[in-house]
């Protein structure tokens, strides 16, 4: 019994004595920098927030982009039906893929119309009238 004892006591001692050696209980391993390796991987605590730098880049991109000399569209109305839609773009009837004074429309929504213009996409409102709509 006594044996068993001093074993155990012996067992004990030693794992105490282990922790000390072990670099998660170490004490001067506190001041010690920790570096993540992702390898190939995205370092997961890196934000996916653009930068303040990138923000402004992409700030004066959109105000270049505004800048343009884009002619005015007036949309007078949009004709929504089975499998073709068309709109009237001032004055003008207009299907997807149809030019209007150098823009192209690319989609025909019942709330608004896509179109590019010089490499720029850009929407119109589609917008109800009250008093028409009886």
């Known amino acids: 019994m006594e044996k068993k004892i001093s074993f155990l006591f012996l067992c004990f001692c030693c794992s105490i004595f282990?922790?000390?050696?072990?670099?998660?209980?170490?004490?001067?391993?506190?001041?010690?920098?920790?570096?993540?390796?992702?390898?190939?991987?995205?370092?997961?605590?890196?934000?996916?927030?653009?930068?303040?730098?990138?923000?402004?880049?992409?700030?004066?991109?959109?105000?270049?982009?505004?800048?343009?000399n884009i002619p005015p569209f007036v949309v007078k109305g949009v004709v929504w039906g089975e499998g073709f839609t068309q709109a009237i773009i001032n004055d003008s009837v207009v299907k997807e893929g149809d030019y209007i004074e150098g823009a192209k429309v690319l989609e025909i929504n019942k709330d608004k119309i896509k179109l590019s213009y010089e490499d720029n996409i850009f929407f119109l409102s589609v917008s109800v009238n009250d008093k028409d709509k009886k």
């Open 18 to 68: 282990s922790l000390d050696a072990h670099p998660a209980f170490a004490k001067d391993t506190a001041d010690a920098q920790i570096v993540y390796s992702s390898g190939t991987y995205r370092d997961p605590f890196l934000s996916w927030l653009p930068k303040p730098k990138e923000i402004e880049e992409i700030t004066e991109m959109m105000g270049a982009a505004q800048n343009k």
